[in-house]
């Protein structure tokens, strides 16, 4: 009996670690983004591998800056508009979001390197230019709102599930279903087995808001050797800032146990929230490594090497269960709450490219990088086992592959026309995710030292979520994405 | 048509514009795109015009020079300082020592500092990168330096301390940014409780059809939590604890519990909702009269079976 009683806790223990395994998806989510870069290499499909002498070099190829000849400064502020389509038990729903924020600023210092007179000066090291910047590589700003009425199941079929496999403890989730009403035990009390009081076909709502973003602050320098080789070097510190806020509506009808001694069950209304809460913060370090080759004048080819961003994440994550029932009785429980801090690292990123310039009339640029999301990696320490995080990161994400390409017409000395296009292969192995396509155009002005540059990009990409997850019978939501950005780049050299 | 023939002319005309008189200084300065124009040269270095023996041959000429004392004395100080960085690519020097000039660039070092903090704070972590830029002036170098990082963390910034080994008075100061104790990390009351697990996103498995795929673990049947309509079971089986330690410590689980509808004859899953309920789908909802009979045998198209039997019965 003893012996039993034992092997029974070791198997509840073994289950709740193996619970622990939320922080996948936030894993993956901050291994996402896109390369900081200006207005001009967004307009070209974010392409940049392979160009050289912009400003996105500081964030991108740090090659890039050797082909620098001035000191140069710029700015780019971005906007951004945020649409969520959702369509959830075949009704269409959608939410938008706006936003603004700084999204490029760098500086490059050029410095000249010197030869003893005499010397070739178009020979050997010619310049070794540094520069820094910010950089805004993922924007997690969005608002999402589904509804729909769902005839086959309910979120407390979720609750009961919880309360079979773990209990009813106070403080549970499962508990607070238990205590509100909503999940009650079939079973006997040596035999329990928990199911969901409601009758089948209940309205659901969705509400989510999520702001935050990432950011890199980039330190790197390029040099040159005889205008053919170009090397460079890069640090980030990395920013992560994800706020999400969501509440789950349920309204149906209950089957409550009424009345003392003998309690019958009574149909009553309900309606429930679930709201989850989360704030996360991080800050991560990373370094890069790249180069760009010109094996003729009209051609370059370009190659970059992260390394993975390790990160210490601060996760703040609560949630709270609210249930009114037409008996008069309201039920509030929560927030309940969870902090955790824990150290991850992203995947690396290999990214290469190519462009072909036609005199000084234009360009047409391309790049591919790769990166292996399934090689995130959560670290375990005393208070957290991510065992079960990493094991769920290993078999539901993939390696994926991105391509840019682009091109750039100078028409005239001051006047630019650029478009492109890309795709940013989906991390998911399963369905739930597509791949992010990017279309986007600018154009560009050149007054002396000065120089602007404008940017629309439209990304567009799909996903389906799950409001609560009890299997094969889980509920989807697929949820439409169109980002539709502009960019402006105001730039000064000196 | 009509339209088309303005834009036409719209356009033209801004081409035309453009090629003229408007970008009159940004046509003189063709060369001021570094993605296309990118022809870096090297710069020349200075001579540095160290007395020669030639010189002292000279009397005349010797005797002129010795009249500028200063001369000599920088003079010679930077041919010294030529023997130990004379042959840096990197390094630009000025003829004369302490001569102030605004462009020289080369008197100021990049550092980058990195360290690795081993102290504990106060509702932290023990460990802790920080990161450290400098941008240190030093009198002498010009190098770029990657330097060690201190080891200072407090509330959040890193004290980086970048030192050039190349450098002579180059060491470059730098306030880093990074570290753990950034941001507000102090919101966090308590750490290390891991948020319960609401699920992977991926609820159906990565096959085909929602069966077995990878990291769906157990049989669809057994997803996370859910039973199906599943019968309630008599009688042991073994391994999982069906009891639930009431009592036994460890649990709190110590409040009263409604009765079990197992036990008092209610075991019937509410299968079909009453026909004739009314509901408010507000949130707020308000109270409807239970029916009185849910019909029987009666079969939504949402209802999942199992369980059979029809409505539940009807409850006095």
């Given amino acids: 009996m003893k012996i039993k009683y034992l092997l029974s806790v070791i198997a509840i223990v073994a289950v709740t670690k193996n619970s622990f395994a939320q922080y996948s998806q936030d894993a993956i989510r901050f291994s996402g983004g896109q390369t900081g870069s200006t207005a001009r290499i967004k307009a070209v499909g974010n392409a940049g591998t392979a160009i050289g002498g912009d400003l996105s070099s500081v964030s991108g190829n740090p090659a890039g800056l050797g082909f620098f000849t001035k000191s140069e400064l710029s700015l780019t502020p971005e906007f951004n508009d945020i649409k969520v389509k959702s369509i959830y038990q075949s009704t269409p729903g959608m939410d938008t979001k706006t936003s603004g924020n700084l999204n490029h600023a760098a500086f490059v210092i050029y410095q000249q390197l010197n030869r003893p007179k005499g010397a070739d000066r178009n020979k050997g090291w010619l310049s070794f230019n540094y520069g820094g910047g910010y950089s805004r590589t993922n924007n997690f700003y969005e608002n999402i709102n589904y509804a729909g009425s769902n005839g086959i199941n309910s979120i407390n079929d979720y609750y009961a599930g919880q309360a079979n496999l773990y209990g009813i403890d106070v403080g549970t989730l499962a508990g607070n279903a238990y205590d509100h009403n909503l999940i009650d035990n079939y079973g006997t009390n040596a035999n329990p087995n928990y199911k969901s009081n409601a009758f089948p076909g209940v309205d659901q709502q969705s509400i989510i808001t999520r702001t935050g973003g990432q950011s890199a602050l980039d330190f790197a320098f390029g040099a040159n050797y005889s205008n053919k080789f170009y090397i460079g070097l890069g640090v980030s510190f990395t920013d992560v800032r994800f706020n999400s ?18 309690p019958v069950a009574v149909t009553r209304d309900y309606s429930s929230k679930f709201s989850q809460d989360q704030t996360t913060r991080g800050s991560g370090f990373s370094g890069r490594i790249g180069a760009i080759f010109k094996p003729v004048e009209a051609v370059r080819l370009g190659a970059v090497i992260n390394s993975p961003t390790y990160y210490t994440i601060d996760d703040s994550y609560s949630e709270s269960l609210a249930t009114n029932i037409s008996n008069g009785q309201r039920y509030e429980d929560g927030p309940q709450n969870y902090s955790l801090t824990y150290n991850m690292r992203t995947p690396w990123k290999f990214a290469g490219g190519a462009s072909v310039f036609i ?17 995130t990696h959560i670290s375990s320490d005393a208070d957290f086992d991510a065992t079960g995080d990493n094991a769920s990161i290993r078999s539901l994400y993939q390696s994926a592959v991105n391509y840019h390409v682009g091109a750039e017409a100078r028409l005239t000395s001051f006047f630019l026309l650029r478009g492109g296009y890309g795709t940013q292969g989906k991390a998911r192995r399963d369905d739930n995710a597509s791949d992010i396509k990017t279309v986007s155009g600018g154009v560009g002005l050149r007054f002396g030292a000065y120089y602007v540059d404008a940017t629309y990009t439209h ?7 799950y409001p609560y997850e009890i299997g094969t019978a889980s509920p989807s939501v ?10 402006l780049t105001l730039g000064y050299r000196f | 048509m009509k339209r088309n023939l303005l834009l036409g002319i719209t356009m033209i005309g801004a081409m035309a514009l453009s090629s003229c008189s408007v970008n009159k200084t940004a046509s003189n300065q063709k060369n001021s795109d570094d993605v296309y124009f990118s022809q870096a040269t090297a710069g020349e270095s200075p001579e540095y015009i160290a007395p020669k023996p030639v010189y002292r041959q000279d009397e005349e000429a010797a005797y002129q020079e010795e009249g500028d004392d200063d001369y000599y004395y920088y003079d010679d100080y930077s041919s010294r300082i030529n023997r130990f960085a004379y042959y840096s690519p990197f390094s630009y020097y000025d003829n004369y020592y302490g001569n102030y000039n605004p462009y020289n660039y080369g008197n100021y070092g990049f550092n980058i500092g990195l360290g690795y ?8 972590s023990p460990y802790g990168f920080y990161g450290g830029i400098g941008y240190g002036y030093g009198a002498f170098s010009p190098y770029a330096g990657f330097g060690y990082g201190g080891y200072y963390g407090y509330g959040g910034f890193g004290y980086g301390y970048g030192y050039s080994p190349y450098s002579y008075y180059g060491t470059g100061y730098g306030y880093g940014y990074g570290g753990q104790y950034w ?14 697990n609401r699920g992977s996103g991926s609820p159906r498995g990565v096959g085909v059809g929602g069966r077995n795929g990878i990291g769906y673990t157990g049989s669809p049947n057994n997803g996370i939590g859910y039973y199906p309509n599943r019968p309630s079971r008599n009688g042991s089986n073994g391994g999982y604890s069906n ?3 009431n009592n036994t410590g460890g649990y709190s689980n110590a409040r009263p519990t409604r009765g079990t509808r197992g036990e008092s004859g209610q075991s019937y899953q509410p299968q079909q909702r009453p026909a004739t309920s009314e509901r ?20 939504s198209s949402g209802s999942s079976g199992g369980g059979g039997g029809g409505g539940r019965p009807t409850r006095p």
Wanted: aromatic share 12%.
């Fill in chain 2, 117 to 124: 903090s081993p102290f504990t704070l106060p509702y932290g």
């Fill in chain 2, 280 to 299: 408010q789908p507000d949130r707020q909802p308000s109270y409807s009269p239970p029916p009185s009979n849910s019909g029987g045998g009666g079969s």
């Fill in chain 2, 183 to 196: 941001g507000g990390i102090s919101a966090n009351s308590s750490y290390g409780t891991p948020r319960p």
């Fill in chain 2, 243 to 245: 009891t639930r330690p």
């Fill in chain 1, 459 to 465: 990304a567009t990409g799909t996903q389906t979520v």
């Fill in chain 1, 359 to 375: 005199k000084s009339f234009g360009f047409i640029t391309g790049d591919i990088e790769y990166v292996d999301y399934s090689s």
């Fill in chain 1, 478 to 487: 697929l949820l439409n994405r169109t980002n539709n950005n502009g960019f």
């Fill in chain 1, 245 to 262: 806020f969501s509440n789950f509506y349920e309204d149906g009808a209950l089957s409550v146990l009424e009345g003392t001694p003998t």
